[in-house]
T-cell receptor, first 115, second 116 residues
């Protein structure tokens, strides 16, 4: 069974640009969550999607957005990039996102560098 | 809001020895899950071990075990017979068990080095 796949793995952008990251969950998983990982702030929750609906959202500005498609693949977009957006963006999938299930499966991440 | 604290930014252990990573958390909830995740360099984060708060018995997965002290809100990870492949960042995480999806709340991590 293929794991969580994130593309691209690495990318470099300049301030003011926008970026779109993609995540393909494990087959059969319907919940996709996104986390931002930085050395200073650690891992912070961005948002979670289930059946194409955003169910939960972290404390990030509106420049960060996402969506989920009918095949459960998800994308996140960051507009008007700032230097502080440089981070590893992790996607995690689970069967239905229910806390009782507990386990999230993570992808290898997309490393974004903003110059 | 829940918080997770890992007070040891870095730890090292000799190969074949035992090491304990510390984690404390703060919550007003009574039902929740605790996790230890391992993130090797440039590789994906994987679940090491999971503890359900309503279970008093400490979880064990092969060489990995936890010491869960609910009253003290402490959740340490013990790695026995350390191997070179154990070198990684280790994150302690909390997740509410209340209905609906709730996100993981992570600690800042502990970087574990294994010395041959």
């Amino acid at each position: 069974k293929a794991g969580v796949t994130q593309t691209p793995r690495y990318l470099i952008k300049t301030r003011g640009q926008q970026v779109t990251l993609s995540c393909s969950p494990i087959s059969g998983h319907r919940s996709v969550s996104w986390y931002q990982q930085t050395p200073g702030q650690g891992l912070q929750f961005l948002f979670e999607y289930f059946s194409e609906t955003q169910r939960n959202k972290g404390n990030f500005p509106g420049r960060f957005s996402g969506r989920q498609f009918s095949n459960s693949r998800s994308e996140m977009n960051v507009s008007t990039l700032e230097l502080g957006d440089s981070a590893l963006y992790l996607c995690a999938s689970s069967l239905d996102g229910n806390s009782r299930a507990g386990e999230l499966f993570f992808g290898e991440g997309s490393r974004l560098t903003v110059l | 809001a829940q918080t997770v604290t890992q007070s040891q930014p870095e730890m090292s252990v000799q190969e074949a020895e035992t090491v304990t990573l510390s984690c404390t958390y703060d919550t007003s909830e009574s039902d929740y899950y605790l996790f230890w995740y391992k993130q090797p360099p440039s590789r994906q984060m994987i679940l090491v071990i999971r503890q359900e708060a309503y279970k008093q018995q400490n979880a064990t997965e092969n060489r990995f075990s936890v010491n869960f002290q609910k009253a003290a809100k402490s959740f340490s990870l013990k790695i026995s017979d350390s191997q070179l492949g154990d070198a990684a960042m280790y994150f302690c995480a909390y997740r509410s068990a209340y209905p609906g999806n709730t996100p993981l709340v992570f600690g800042k991590g502990t970087r574990l080095s294994v010395i041959a």
